[in-house]
């Protein structure tokens, strides 16, 4: 992670476990990357495509919450920068404008993965 231990249990106030559960985070991070390629790929065929739609749209819906909690985050926490408040808020909307464009493009696909499979009489 590149600090010391020491630095991990007396600044961050992370135990020996936190380097785990920050490579865990990275892991499912990825994970949850990669999982909008199983619904555009037609190279791996699903017994239960119903399944991986549910699944899906329960992902579109937990990013969409994860958006909102930003969205919401961003407009009433102040910055603690040195930085002028509108300068402030222009970096951050430039840096964050990706994660919110993530759900709609999540929902996107999952659309039209379900569209596809209903429409194709796949079961």
């Given at each position: 992670?590149?600090?010391?231990?020491?630095?991990?249990?007396?600044?961050?106030?992370?135990?020996?476990?936190?380097?785990?559960?920050?490579?865990?985070?990275?892991?499912?991070?990825?994970?949850?990357?990669?999982f909008p390629l199983l619904l555009v790929s037609d190279?791996?065929?699903?017994?239960?495509?119903?399944?991986?739609?549910?699944?899906?749209?329960?992902?579109?819906?937990?990013?969409v919450l994860v958006a909102v909690w930003h969205l919401?985050?961003?407009?009433?926490?102040?910055?603690?920068?040195?930085?002028?408040?509108?300068?402030?808020?222009?970096?951050?909307?430039?840096?964050?404008?990706?994660?919110?464009?993530?759900?709609?493009?999540?929902?996107?696909?999952?659309?039209?993965?379900?569209?596809?499979?209903?429409?194709?009489?796949?079961?």
């Amino acid at each position: 992670m590149g600090y010391s231990g020491h630095v991990l249990r007396d600044v961050f106030d992370i135990p020996g476990w936190g380097i785990a559960y920050v490579v865990g985070l990275s892991v499912l991070a990825e994970l949850a990357a990669l999982f909008p390629l199983l619904l555009v790929s037609d190279r791996w065929r699903w017994r239960h495509p119903r399944v991986l739609a549910s699944l899906a749209w329960t992902a579109s819906g937990v990013l969409v919450l994860v958006a909102v909690w930003h969205l919401a985050v961003a407009l009433t926490v102040e910055s603690q920068t040195y930085m002028s408040r509108d300068t402030a808020h222009t970096v951050s909307g430039f840096v964050f404008a990706p994660l919110f464009t993530t759900p709609a493009l999540m929902t996107a696909v999952t659309w039209s993965y379900t569209k596809r499979h209903r429409a194709g009489g796949q079961a």
